[in-house]
T-cell receptor, first 114, second 112 residues
């Protein structure tokens, strides 16, 4: 059983489109995250949710909107995609309210905007 | 502002060698430090988590040490194997929200 699973694994789309990435964790963790890894492999947090509530919202364009229907799911919707949005997006989860516990990552969703 | 640096950026060693990866951070007031491994096209796998009160953690052939006062951590890999080839990242919580700050990683290649 995959602990943190995200879909789709690959996503190729045109500029201006809207797309969503879904994430689910079966670890019973309280906190879920979205990270972005750019072409230089630098990993940076975008959002963090604890029990469906937003607790970290980095300087991310408001075209990115996370949604957490329950504490096991955290989806990422992106409007009006731009070329610079091309990256690998990772979902992660941890126990507790902060990034102090061990993080478990999904395998990533590679987004390519043409 | 917390900054995390990893040296070297890339490392190639023959199989069987012991090796050390380095991680430096600018703000020593950390809660913990984590080491991760990332295989190509995959997500990150947590290797070791060291609490601020600890000096080291061991898991199999891996040993991570933490020296908060000097802002350094090392990951020691004993008897390296080709399967150890991956990118290794360290991360510390930083800032008002204690979000994780990642280093840029060390790309390790173990030659058979």
């Amino acid at each position: 059983d995959t602990a943190v699973s995200q879909t789709p694994k690959y996503l190729v789309t045109q500029m201006g489109n809207d797309k969503s990435i879904k994430c689910e964790q079966n670890l019973g963790h309280d906190t879920m995250y979205w990270y972005k890894q750019d072409s230089k492999k630098f990993l940076k947090i975008m959002f963090s949710y604890n029990n469906k509530e937003l607790i970290i919202n980095e300087t991310v364009p408001n075209r990115f909107s996370p949604k957490s229907p329950d504490k096991a799911h955290l989806n990422l919707h992106i409007n009006s995609l731009e070329l610079g949005d091309s990256a690998v997006y990772f979902c992660a989860s941890s126990q507790g309210t902060g990034e102090w516990g061990e993080l478990f990552f999904g395998e990533g969703s590679r987004l390519t905007v043409l | 502002k917390q900054e995390v640096t990893q040296i070297p950026a890339a490392l190639s060693v023959p199989e069987g060698e012991n090796l050390v990866l380095n991680c430096s951070f600018t703000d020593s007031a950390i809660y913990n430090l984590q080491w991760f491994r990332q295989d190509p096209g995959k997500g990150l796998t947590s290797l070791l988590l060291i609490q601020s009160s600890q000096r080291e953690q061991t898991s199999g052939r891996l040993n991570a040490s933490l020296d908060k006062s000097s802002g350094r951590s090392t990951l020691y890999i004993a008897a390296s194997q080709p399967g150890d080839s991956a990118t290794y990242l360290c991360a510390v919580p930083g800032g008002a929200t204690n979000k994780l700050i990642f280093g840029t990683g060390t790309l390790l290649a173990v030659q058979p």
